[in-house]
């Protein structure tokens, strides 16, 4: 079950927080209330929203929902845990036979780990095994690139929907010279539109869209560590071993944390085993 990631509610809870607090302490006409524009909201989410649907086939608009959940989760696997179970995974294929696995697997939630160590079991070549889990990583690089492209043309959009806003409050200005009255509120539509467009790309679709980013590449790496695991597995690696070459993808600090240096580590009674 994946985490919730705190950090994206948190930061654009905060930014909003800065905004409201620089509208308040300006000590403007109208404060905060002057910020809210109705027609303002419609132009740029209603241009949003009918941007997106003329980009996108229904589809990929159905996913949109599911995309944006995602950049509040955390990534499922920690690095230390996997090494922890490959290492298990293996001392029991050398003690029992790579057999015996389908029953660790009954613990193992997630389907590309089953379904790698289960390709093992089966006998297939580690070249087999290792293209077969390398296509399910492309094509799920490939998905998650088409979910983002629904929040990187929003971060387009929204902007451009608020420019559109600022021409309409500037012709309506301008249409209306005569009358002293009008002024205010079309400069309101004009300038306001711009503020909410800018404010969406930038404090909501474009740091969503490099959490997503981010959140792939982190899935990406994790998976070529599974891989590996799993063709050490097959192999019989001894489980030391297994251990030391899975804790060469652990960051400086993580294998600090978890006493995993790879550094003098290896011991004489290692290598006899292996």
């Known amino acids: ?114 379904k790698g160590v289960l390709l093992a079991i089966d006998g297939i070549e580690p070249e087999v095994i290792t293209d077969i889990m390398n296509a399910e990583v492309d094509a799920m690089e490939d998905r998650h690139y088409r979910g983002r492209l629904i929040i990187e043309k929003a971060s387009e959009y929204a902007p451009a929907w608020g420019m559109v806003g600022t021409l309409i409050g500037l012709i309506l200005m301008l249409q209306n010279l005569e009358d002293p009255t009008t002024l205010g509120p079309s400069m309101a539509v004009a300038l306001l539109t711009t503020f909410y467009g800018s404010v969406l790309a930038n404090l909501v679709f474009m740091p969503m869209a490099g959490k997503l980013e981010t959140k792939t590449s982190e899935e990406i790496f994790m998976k070529q560590v599974i891989i590996e695991g799993v063709i050490g597995v097959q192999s019989g690696q001894n489980p030391r071993i297994l251990k030391e070459k899975l804790s060469a993808f652990l960051s400086e600090k993580e294998k600090n944390k978890k006493g995993a240096e790879v550094e003098g580590d290896f011991t004489e009674e290692s290598f006899n085993e292996a």
């Open 1 to 114: 079950m994946s985490k919730k990631d705190i950090l994206t509610p948190i930061g654009i809870t905060i930014g909003f927080i800065m905004i409201m607090f620089g509208i308040v302490s300006s000590g403007g006409v109208g404060g905060f209330a002057g910020f809210i524009q109705g027609s303002s909201v419609l132009i740029v989410i209603g241009g949003l929203v009918a941007a997106l649907l003329v980009n996108f086939n229904i589809d990929q608009i159905k996913t949109t929902k599911h995309v944006i959940q995602e950049a509040f989760k955390r990534n499922q696997h920690q690095l230390s845990d996997l090494i922890e179970l490959f290492e298990r995974l293996s001392e029991r294929a050398r003690r029992e036979g790579l057999l015996a696995l389908e029953n660790e697997l009954e613990e193992v939630e997630d389907p590309y780990i089953r």
